[in-house]
T-cell receptor
Framework: ETGVTQTPRHLVMGMTNKKSLKCEQH?????MYWYKQSAKKPLELMFV???????ENNSVPSRFSPECPNSSHLFLHLHTLQPEDSALYLC?????????????FGSGTQLSVL | LAKTTQPISMDSYEGQEVNITCSHN???????ITWYQQFPSQGPRFIIQ???TKVTNEVASLFIPADRKSSTLSLPRVSLSDTAVYYC??????????FGTGTSLTVIP
């Protein structure tokens, strides 16, 4: 148990659906992250939030919309996804988002887009 | 972004010591070296971090030579459950969130 909980663990959605991924951390951290990991590929950083403000956005398509209502919760809203968006979506947190901090990851949401 | 190079894959028999070397020729003075472990369908997990010389914890050892242009993660007496992808990362401002391709370690019975 890492202290970072992601729901759901698995999600299957059609291209016209709207769904949301949820992440919650119980570590008192101020920085949270979304990563995407496609099969047999490295982790791709999507978004970084620090104190509920987005500080990094790696040219992610607008069909992915993050939301950070407070420092403990992070959402990824999904709409009109494509089959190539099928991947493992990982949430992570760290104390302040600074160099040298450990990243604590959740177990991820395995997303399949049909 | 600071770049690291590590073998794509390695095999080892159970009970052996495994050493995974990561090259980082352009490491900066303030960079930390951090290793993570990832099992299939799970998020990466922090293993060890160092700056120079040798660091040891209950899971692994990290050897860093004086020039810091490489580092070696050492896993003592691996078991089947150590089969995972191991990521070497350089932690520096602007680069603290990124992961490379990692080394896929397979432990064979």
């Amino acid at each position: 148990e890492t202290g970072v909980t992601q729901t759901p663990r698995h999600l299957v959605m059609g291209m016209t659906n709207k769904k949301s991924l949820k992440c919650e951390q119980h570590l008192g951290h101020n920085a949270m992250y979304w990563y995407k990991q496609s099969a047999k590929k490295p982790l791709e950083l999507m978004f970084v939030y620090s104190l509920e403000e987005r500080v990094e956005n790696n040219s992610v398509p607008s069909r992915f919309s993050p939301e950070c209502p407070n420092s403990s919760h992070l959402f990824l809203h999904l709409h009109t996804l494509q089959p190539e968006d099928s991947a493992l979506y990982l949430c992570a947190s760290s104390p302040e988002g600074q160099v040298g901090e450990k990243l604590f990851f959740g177990s991820g949401t395995q997303l399949s887009v049909l | 972004l600071a770049k690291t190079t590590q073998p794509i894959s390695m095999d080892s028999y159970e009970g052996q010591e495994v050493n995974i070397t990561c090259s980082h020729n352009n490491i900066a003075t303030n960079d930390y070296i951090t290793w993570y472990q990832q099992f299939p369908s799970q998020g990466p997990r922090f293993i060890i971090q160092g700056y120079k010389t040798k660091v040891t914890n209950e899971v692994a050892s990290l050897f860093i030579p004086a020039d810091r242009k490489s580092s070696t993660l050492s896993l003592p007496r691996v078991s089947l459950s150590d089969t995972a992808v191991y990521y070497c990362r350089l932690e520096s401002t602007g680069n603290q969130f990124y992961f490379g391709t990692g080394t896929s370690l397979t432990v064979i019975p």
